[in-house]
């Protein structure tokens, strides 16, 4: 296509009665039409309140800051304020929180209508990322609404896990770790297939076979000392019910097999430091009212 310029500057139009720009594409001439005044004044009223908020908020940046405006506004300010008002507004509620014991709140309604509200929030901006919005946990992540607890469900354990999280580094965290059986040559491929097969059985997942004698030997002697004789678990070394049908990592014999062979042992933050004493203490309530509290 073509681009040409006419050099005819403001000819009348024949057929509109109006002149033109002087520019012609392909024959097509523009008309010098003026703008609507309805969009001139739209036009001016922007510039005149472009102006008016460059003078009354920030605007202009500087080297290291920017224009405060004459009515000092910012949006982050402004947040910092509507967060300092409910704080007051709940300081009496916070403080009731504070001071009360857990079986305290939850043996309170209105305190533990409250802790689980914030708690809730607490939760979905710190625990959710792994545990999952509803606390429906994943993969390598507890399921919080069951009742099957690595490290116990009262009120009192599941604060001191909140508060001092799994293998953190604190001192107080919780440590309990599965050896690696097969990493570390303690037991042969075979005796890892044997034990593994006899783990799906304690829960029902496979009937007792041949090697069942040899899998329960192998666990007795090297299992049994932190999961139980029967696989009924143990909170204080976090060693999971191995009858139940609740597999954290996954219940088939491959799964089963690595974890003896590698070990297991995931890590949870200690949350006190990183949080306040009180938002621990409501994550607990809320954390023990999911479904699986005991």
Not at 79 to 91: E, K, W
Not at 146 to 151: A, K, Q, R, T, V
Not at 254 to 274: D, F, K, L, Q, S
Request: glycine fraction near 12%.
């Amino acid at each position: 296509m073509s681009t040409s310029e006419n050099s005819h500057h403001g000819r009348l139009d024949p057929v509109t009665g109006v002149t033109t720009t002087g520019h012609e594409w392909d024959g097509i001439e523009e008309l010098n039409n003026p703008l609507p005044r309805w969009w001139l004044w739209v036009w001016y009223a922007c510039i005149v309140w472009s102006i008016a908020y460059w003078v009354m908020y920030p605007a202009w940046p500087l080297i290291s800051s920017a224009t405060p405006g004459v009515l000092g506004w910012n949006s982050r300010t402004a947040v910092s304020t509507q967060i300092a008002d409910l704080q007051a507004l709940r300081a009496e509620s916070t403080a009731k929180l504070a001071s009360a014991s857990l079986p305290q709140i939850e043996d309170t309604p209105a305190l533990l209508t409250l802790a689980r509200a914030q708690g809730r929030v607490a939760f979905a901006d710190n625990c959710a990322p792994c545990h999952g919005q509803g606390g429906g946990g994943a993969v390598g992540f507890p399921n919080l609404n069951d009742d099957d607890w690595l490290w116990g469900g009262s009120l009192d354990q599941i604060y001191q896990t909140i508060n001092f999280g799994i293998r953190s580094g604190d001192d107080q965290a919780h440590v309990g770790n599965m050896p690696a059986f097969g990493r570390d040559g303690i037991l042969t491929k075979p005796e890892i297939s044997a034990v593994a097969g006899y783990v799906r059985t304690l829960s029902g997942l496979d009937k007792p076979g041949a090697d069942t004698a040899k899998g329960k030997e192998v666990f007795i002697a090297n299992c049994a000392a932190c999961h139980g004789d029967e696989g009924k678990g143990n909170p204080e070394v976090g060693a999971p019910n191995l009858t139940d049908k609740i597999w954290l990592y996954g219940p088939d014999k491959a799964t089963i097999e690595y974890a003896v062979t590698n070990g297991r042992g995931n890590v949870m933050p200690a949350w006190h430091g990183r949080l306040d004493a009180t938002t621990i203490k409501v994550l607990t309530v809320y954390v023990h009212s999911l479904g699986g509290g005991r």
